[in-house]
């Protein structure tokens, strides 16, 4: 996939990412102002304060009004990039992962609320609870994969064969996008945060809740992988 197919404030972000590190960027320094940084990395006013407000929830850097922008912890290329190592670049980004799970778990998430059986709620409060020891042990590639289970089960709750259908065809794809935000361990326990609220939207049968709480899981999964997804505005 080219630059040009990925959403303006991702691109934007990791260039600022790489401005940092390139450019040798540490702790307090301040960037150049936010007009200046548009006109050097060729994007929109709006599209940069997205990806400042993305960078400053990873802890990046630190937007202080009247003042400027600060970075507050340096830049590893060689991790920060760890999506640009993405084994499946033939078949789709992980933007585009990003993207589906957005729009279909959302989706299913609301759906299973008024559909999930006893069982299946069952196996996912056992599913959480499990994420939460693995967690705190520090094995994110169990983790990883309960996180799988949980979307899982959610599919199958949900009743819809065709979506069931496209997380096992493509469960490699899904279990890949799903292990990228442990890249930032000291954030790991986010995933099992939303995961809980998620539960709770579902055991209440609040299927706008549910949906809502899982659109924003996505979201915050592929923030805390570096990648901004573009979501439709809502009015």
Not at 114 to 120: C, G, H, I, P, R
Not at 128 to 142: G, P, Q, Y
Not at 199 to 205: G, I, K, P, S, Y
């Amino acid at each position: 996939m080219n630059s040009i197919s990925r959403a303006v404030p991702e691109v934007a972000l990791q260039a600022i990412r790489k401005l940092i590190a390139e450019q040798g960027f540490g702790p307090g320094d301040v960037l150049p102002s936010q007009r200046d940084l548009a006109l050097q990395l060729g994007v929109s006013r709006a599209s940069l304060r997205e990806a400042l407000s993305s960078l400053s929830a990873l802890g990046v850097i630190s937007v202080q009004p009247g003042k400027g922008v600060f970075v507050q912890s340096p830049i590893d290329l060689s991790r920060s990039e760890s999506a640009g190592s993405w084994p499946f670049a033939a078949q789709a980004s992980p933007v585009d992962i990003f993207q589906l799970r957005y729009a279909l778990e959302g989706f299913a998430a609301g759906l299973a609320a008024v559909t999930l059986t006893a069982d299946e709620l069952d196996a996912l409060e056992d599913n959480v609870e499990a994420m939460r020891k693995k967690l705190r042990d520090e094995d994110f590639d169990a983790a990883a994969r309960l996180d799988f289970e949980f979307h899982r089960i959610l599919l199958l709750a949900s009743g819809n064969q065709a979506m069931l259908s496209i997380l096992s065809t493509r469960a490699e794809l899904f279990l890949e996008s799903q292990k990228l935000p442990f890249i930032r361990p000291e954030r790991a326990m986010e995933t099992w945060q939303e995961h809980r609220k998620i539960l709770r939207a579902l055991t209440r049968r609040a299927s706008g809740a549910a949906q809502k709480s899982m659109q924003e899981h996505v979201r915050n999964a592929a923030l805390r992988t570096g990648i901004v997804i573009a979501t439709p505005a809502t009015s």
